[in-house]
């Protein structure tokens, strides 16, 4: 058996790589580097960093991610999804705390592709999926009205319902020009697409807003429109590389907001090459992405960059332009190194209510309204637990929404398991030829004395107390009980505790227990765990008419 699991889709594609491939990855790497521009800039200043550690970000960890990854079209690098775990780790932790939190993610992604977690993780339930996602794009929207209109706010609280009341308390302050950036920005970037799908709406308003500032500042006199450059210092060199200093104190301080990226990193990533693989009609290697994406939060934060993933945005330009190989990832990374050396000191220029419109976007972009609605249609169990993901996401933060969410798809998921086991009493005769020895078609009757039980589905924890109170409503007490499980696919430690005690009970009361039917698989779970000690070899039967045959036998 295979232990490890580790094949970048970068070597297999090489094998019959060719230059028409090329020139396709080319041209997709080139505008993905490009529309990846702006993003990265507002989210790391969303994030509460500087706009050219989003462009690191975007550079060392999507090159690393398109390098190592396990899908063929992957663009790695800065999301929405991180900027309010990311801000929130900066206001308790700072920068260094923030740098320690993503290497540990990054260690904790690559142990979850070691551990072959990667299809486990494609399974988190949806409504858990849409909640926190809309939640996040809830609270993006929230953090960008100051830049958006230009308010005069000093500080603005941290809590989600505190912001919204001192924005309207504070709207009067509003200022005209940032707010008719900002509104122009997000015109622009909704109408581009109906006139160019290659050029992204967000490189156009940032360009032409720019320059609309500029000229409204040189010729109008209007100074009030705040920049980039008014509020950071724009650099374009590249940091030398820092191992921040860890204490054991630090690391376990951090590990729940370390373990939130980790998770929401992976489920982004894998998310958005499943969605990937539907489009090309592929199939990615999960853990090999995981381990991947590990590896670029490790990389990342040591040239002081942020937490990133797979962006689904980016992944779909990459394809709509013609990537299908990783290639196209590595150009894009190797597109913005250049833009950064060369072009970021213009940065400074950008209108932050210009920025604070791309992100309005991204965040209706990411809310999936219409997903959250016809989730409301489902079943309560389902409407339950995308409300309440949603609700702490947007109250609370992510740490909080991301674990009592997957605390309650556990729950869930133990009930419905639950449900699929049953177990029932065979009363008078056994008319089931599917489990009689080939040959022998007739009734089997159930002999003075003898209670049969059948288990159907896993004998798990949550499954464990069922055959308990069945046989507590018969109340009887026969010779002989027999435990049909041949539909029983496997059985766990409780599983195994629970029948164990009744066979000790049963012991106890002078009855004895016979098992038929019992699958290799639960035969060695039932021995490495010694329980054939408690009820001997000789009552562990292949077939039902065997069983019942010993149960005659016991009998007399």
């Not at 849409?130 to 794009?137: C, E, K, L």
């Not at 320059?211 to 210092?233: H, M, V, W």
Request: charged share 15%.
């Amino acid at each position: 058996m295979k232990t490890f699991d580790f094949k970048p889709q970068l070597f297999t594609t090489l094998k019959s790589y060719n230059k028409k491939t090329f020139m396709s990855d080319l041209m997709a790497g080139v505008i993905v580097g490009i529309v990846a521009l702006p993003l990265a800039i507002a989210f790391g200043i969303a994030s509460g960093v500087t706009p050219e550690k989003g462009i690191i970000t975007a550079i060392v960890a999507g090159f690393i991610i398109s390098l190592l990854g396990g899908s063929k079209v992957q663009i790695g690098g800065p999301t929405g999804a991180f900027i309010i775990i990311i801000y929130g780790i900066i206001q308790k932790y700072g920068l260094e705390g923030l740098t320690i939190a993503t290497i540990m993610a990054g260690v904790f992604l690559i142990l979850f592709g070691l551990l072959k977690l990667g299809t486990i993780i494609k399974y988190i339930p949806y409504p858990i999926v849409v909640g926190f996602t809309s939640g996040i794009a809830v609270t993006i929207f929230t953090t960008q009205i100051k830049d958006l209109f230009g308010l005069s706010i000093d500080s603005v609280p941290s809590d989600f319902i505190d912001k919204w009341i001192c924005y309207i308390s504070n709207f009067s302050t509003a200022d005209i020009w940032c707010s008719i950036v900002g509104i122009v920005s997000v015109v622009i970037i909704a109408i581009t697409p109906k006139f160019s799908k290659k050029i992204p709406g967000s490189l156009v308003a940032i360009i032409v807003m720019t320059i609309a500032a500029l000229l409204l500042k040189q010729y109008c006199g209007i100074t009030s429109i705040e920049t980039i450059g008014d509020r950071f210092n724009v650099s374009n060199e590249i940091p030398n590389m820092q191992v921040p200093a860890m204490t054991w104190e630090t690391i376990k301080s951090l590990v729940p907001p370390a373990l939130t990226i980790a998770v929401l990193g992976a489920i982004e990533s894998l998310l958005s090459a499943t969605v990937a693989d539907g489009v090309i009609g592929d199939h990615h290697n999960s853990n090999t992405e995981l381990i991947a994406q590990g590896v670029a939060n490790l990389a990342s934060p040591l040239f002081g960059g942020i937490p990133a993933t797979g962006a689904i945005a980016r992944t779909m330009t990459n394809i709509n332009n013609g990537g299908r190989t990783p290639i196209a990832g590595i150009i894009h990374a190797v597109v913005l190194l250049l833009i950064f050396l060369f072009f970021m000191p213009l940065a400074k220029y950008i209108p932050m209510a210009c920025l604070a419109g791309v992100l309005v976007i991204v965040s209706y972009g990411m809310c999936g309204w219409r997903s959250f609605v016809a989730l409301m249609k489902n079943p309560k169990s389902d409407v339950t637990v995308l409300l309440i993901t949603f609700f702490l996401t947007i109250i609370f933060d992510l740490t909080v929404a991301i674990e009592v969410g997957l605390i309650i798809a556990c729950l869930l998921f133990m009930k419905r398991m639950s449900e699929t086991t049953d177990v029932k009493v065979i009363m008078d005769e056994i008319n089931e030829e599917s489990d009689i020895v080939k040959g022998n078609l007739e009734h089997l009757t159930i002999p003075q004395g003898v209670e049969v039980y059948e288990i159907n589905g896993p004998y798990f924890f949550g499954a464990g107390n069922k055959f308990e109170e069945i046989m507590a409503a018969f109340g009887d007490r026969p010779k002989v009980r027999i435990i049909r499980m041949r539909k029983v696919p496997f059985v766990d430690s409780t599983g195994i505790h629970n029948l164990s005690n009744l066979c000790i009970m049963s012991k106890n009361e002078g009855i004895q227990i016979v098992l038929s039917g019992v699958s290799e698989k639960v035969h060695l779970q039932l021995e490495k765990a010694k329980f054939y000690d408690l009820i001997g070899k000789e009552n562990i039967c292949s077939h039902i008419n065997l069983a019942l045959e010993r149960a005659k036998e016991i009998i007399k």
